[in-house]
């Protein structure tokens, strides 16, 4: 058994090959081997030793001849590609209905208007868009008239830019309180509400901060985070995890300003004495180059995860466990800017574990979860999925 857990969320991080793909019309979406394919140089020498190019053939990484660790690709089994499906899976929950979504024609306007009527901001937007480029269309209007730009994407979300200097961070945090209310409704019920702050005066020098907040509904259900909490076990989240879950099952939760500040907390964590759960995201790898299709990006963000995660396995003590996994893909190489319905890696080490090699394929993110349960000796919330890996991983 181990002490402390650390399951790492690459976001986004696909590796190809879902059984459902072409469901989502995602047939030959492949997050990680496309970047591979899209760069010259890739050097995730930490990755590579714990098989992430045994599990999938990557151009610049060859497989490691005696990995560190177990390896397989995990599918969902939930219906849905989007952040919080993919997370609530890999603790336990399957979603069997997906979260609405507004991407062809935006939200309704009995919803815009109540918003404009609680909120006092008049609304521009209301379309699917980039998050920056929406910023350069309608930036500088919404500076100086006070208006608020609101638009969504091709995820279950309704987001809301503010200026941190004209428009103001708590008032945008206050707006999006009141939308997240509105959108608890039925039939506008968004999986998130999100507050996308950002500084700037003109069209191509606006920048989004990394103030932004996320309102998620609950999980539907208990999970296993929920089980740790209950057991006394401590359950520190880092970066968006807290949001994602809406606080369930969360005993300490940590913001990140990006995801190598998200690495270095996870490496603080290390050096902590507790016992139980650091559950991670690491949302850049999604925000910055998947939606905006940037291999190139993509791969030196993986490159700048790499050498955190070197310092990361040299701190572990020896009765911890590491798991990294990802939520969905986001192949930054493919048609539009949607998530890609793709399995994603399951990478598991310690320093204790006596083998390592390619485990059978999982059936379900919940494999994760399970296996987190079992290893603490807490059952499994009624409703949950999921069998553990634990007995494989000893």
């Given amino acids: 058994m181990y002490n402390r857990i650390f399951v790492i969320v690459i976001d986004s991080l696909g590796v190809g090959g879902a059984r459902d793909a072409a469901q989502y019309d995602d047939l030959g979406a492949d997050t990680l081997g496309h970047i591979s394919c899209s760069v010259d140089t890739f050097e995730i020498p930490h990755l590579q030793r714990l098989g992430i190019g045994n599990l999938h053939p990557l151009k610049q990484v060859p497989p490691a001849g005696h990995p560190l660790g177990y390896y397989c690709r995990l599918h969902e089994i939930s219906t849905g590609k989007d952040t919080m499906t993919g997370h609530w899976e890999i603790m336990g929950l399957k979603t069997e209905k997906p979260f609405i979504t507004f991407t062809e024609t935006g939200f309704p306007q009995e919803l815009i208007q109540e918003l404009e009527k609680r909120t006092g901001h008049k609304v521009i937007g209301n379309k699917s868009a980039s998050g920056t480029e929406i910023l350069d269309e309608l930036g500088e209007r919404a500076n100086a008239t006070g208006e608020m730009i609101v638009y969504t994407s091709a995820d279950s979300v309704l987001q809301i830019c503010g200026n941190e200097e004209t428009f103001g961070l ?208 807490v059952s499994m919330p009624e409703g949950c999925i999921g069998t553990s890996l634990l007995k494989k991983l000893i």
């Fill in 170 to 377: 708590q008032e945008l945090y206050r707006c999006c309180e009141i939308a997240r209310e509105l959108t608890m409704r039925d039939e506008w019920k968004v999986g998130r509400v999100i507050a996308r702050p950002y500084t700037g005066n003109k069209k191509g020098e606006f920048v989004r901060t990394s103030n932004r907040h996320d309102y998620a509904v609950k999980p539907f259900g208990r999970t296993v985070l929920n089980a740790l909490k209950d057991a006394g076990l401590t359950v520190l989240s880092i970066g968006k995890i807290n949001d994602i879950f809406a606080g369930e099952g969360i005993t300490e939760a940590w913001r990140s300003k990006s995801s190598v500040h998200g690495m270095e907390q996870t490496i603080q964590a290390c050096e902590m004495d507790f016992r139980g759960l650091c559950f991670v995201n690491l949302v850049d790898f999604d925000a910055l180059w998947g939606h905006r299709r940037d291999p190139q990006g993509y791969a030196k963000e993986l490159e700048k995860f790499d050498k955190n995660l070197g310092i990361l396995m040299g701190k572990m003590k020896e009765n911890d466990l590491l798991i990294i996994t990802a939520d969905h893909g986001n192949d930054p190489t493919y048609k539009g800017t949607d998530h890609t319905r793709e399995t994603v890696p399951f990478l598991a080490y310690s320093k204790k574990l006596t083998g390592s090699g390619r485990l059978e394929d999982g059936s379900t993110f919940a494999v994760i979860g399970a296996t987190v349960a079992e290893n603490f000796s």
